[in-house]
């Protein structure tokens, strides 16, 4: 067994990563990892390259550098690749198909499985998470409010059952209540699933509440690592996200 197999091994491990959109370089050789089972926040101003770096897990930027998913090459790969390894995106904007109703974009979800089974279990847990999905099963989902469709973009990741979630602005345009709930739901998904968490968030408070590490993004590189609680502490975090 190699160092990369043991079970110690990070659930992602990123190195030296560059990402381009032409010849725009957005990435400047990020290394960064995640535990097994944690939360991590990826905080930083309006194009820092936050986005970007979620893209360039799923393939859907050019990239250099490595990027492994439990020990194993992951970069290269097709981005359905990926998403079959585990990794599930959800992207700013949701990404939902508003002319499909809620359950149908939930079994969409669940496109690679076969385990049909398991499938019809893992929707009445979704239901169980988000009851106001299980209200509107029928209803299209263009007809739902912001919070619902955030709710379900979540939901139809969490149908392939992802080993790693890629959240992007979750609580982009929605009310406080509603980002609360659907943080409080993610806190639930993590501690009670197991699913790791790479979250992109505007909202510094509600991101280092939730992760356990966060990395801060500055023109493409990390200027700042460490544990959630102390970069809330760090006096370049809280003038910049705090406002103290």
Same mark, same amino acid.
């Given at each position: 067994?190699?160092?990369?197999?043991?079970?110690?091994?990070?659930?992602?491990?990123?190195?030296?990563?560059?990402?381009?959109?032409?010849?725009?370089?957005?990435?400047?050789?990020?290394?960064?990892?995640?535990?097994?089972?944690?939360?991590?926040?990826?905080?930083?101003?309006?194009?820092?390259?936050?986005?970007?770096?979620?893209?360039?897990?799923?393939?859907?930027?050019?990239?250099?550098?490595?990027?492994?998913?439990?020990?194993?090459?992951?970069?290269?790969?097709?981005?359905?690749?990926?998403?079959?390894?585990?990794?599930?995106?959800?992207?700013?904007?949701?990404?939902?198909?508003?002319?499909?109703?809620?359950?149908?974009?939930?079994?969409?979800?669940?496109?690679?499985?076969?385990?049909?089974?398991?499938?019809?279990?893992?929707?009445?847990?979704?239901?169980?998470?988000?009851?106001?999905?299980?209200?509107?099963?029928?209803?299209?989902?263009?007809?739902?409010?912001?919070?619902?469709?955030?709710?379900?973009?979540? +939901?139809? %990741? #969490?149908?392939?059952?992802?080993?790693?979630? /890629? @959240?992007?602005?979750?609580?982009?345009? =929605? &009310?406080? $209540?509603?980002?609360?709930?659907?943080?409080?739901?993610?806190?639930?998904?993590?501690?009670?699933?197991?699913?790791?968490?790479?979250?992109?968030?505007?909202?510094? +408070?509600? %991101? #280092?509440?939730?992760?356990?590490?966060?990395? /801060? @993004?500055?023109?493409?590189?990390?200027? =700042? &690592?460490? $544990?959630?609680?102390?970069?809330?502490?760090?006096?370049?975090?809280?003038?910049?996200?705090?406002?103290?």
């Amino acid at each position: 067994m190699t160092a990369a197999e043991t079970p110690a091994a990070a659930l992602l491990d990123v190195r030296d990563l560059v990402a381009s959109y032409g010849a725009t370089r957005v990435l400047h050789g990020l290394r960064f990892e995640m535990a097994r089972g944690s939360v991590t926040a990826l905080l930083g101003a309006n194009g820092a390259g936050k986005t970007t770096t979620l893209r360039a897990l799923c393939s859907m930027v050019r990239t250099r550098g490595e990027i492994r998913l439990c020990g194993e090459r992951i970069d290269g790969k097709a981005t359905e690749d990926v998403a079959r390894l585990g990794v599930a995106h959800v992207p700013d904007g949701r990404g939902t198909f508003l002319g499909l109703s809620t359950e149908e974009n939930l079994r969409l979800g669940a496109w690679a499985r076969r385990d049909r089974r398991a499938v019809a279990a893992d929707l009445d847990r979704i239901y169980g998470y988000f009851p106001r999905l299980r209200e509107r099963r029928r209803q299209q989902a263009g007809t739902l409010s912001g919070g619902e469709q955030q709710m379900l973009a979540v +939901s139809r %990741a #969490l149908m392939s059952r992802p080993r790693l979630l /890629l @959240l992007d602005e979750p609580s982009f345009g =929605l &009310a406080p $209540r509603v980002v609360g709930e659907i943080f409080e739901i993610m806190r639930r998904i993590n501690e009670t699933d197991g699913v790791s968490i790479l979250l992109v968030e505007q909202n510094a +408070s509600m %991101a #280092l509440g939730l992760a356990d590490h966060a990395y /801060l @993004l500055e023109t493409g590189r990390i200027v =700042l &690592a460490g $544990r959630a609680d102390e970069l809330r502490r760090d006096d370049t975090v809280r003038r910049a996200y705090f406002g103290h």
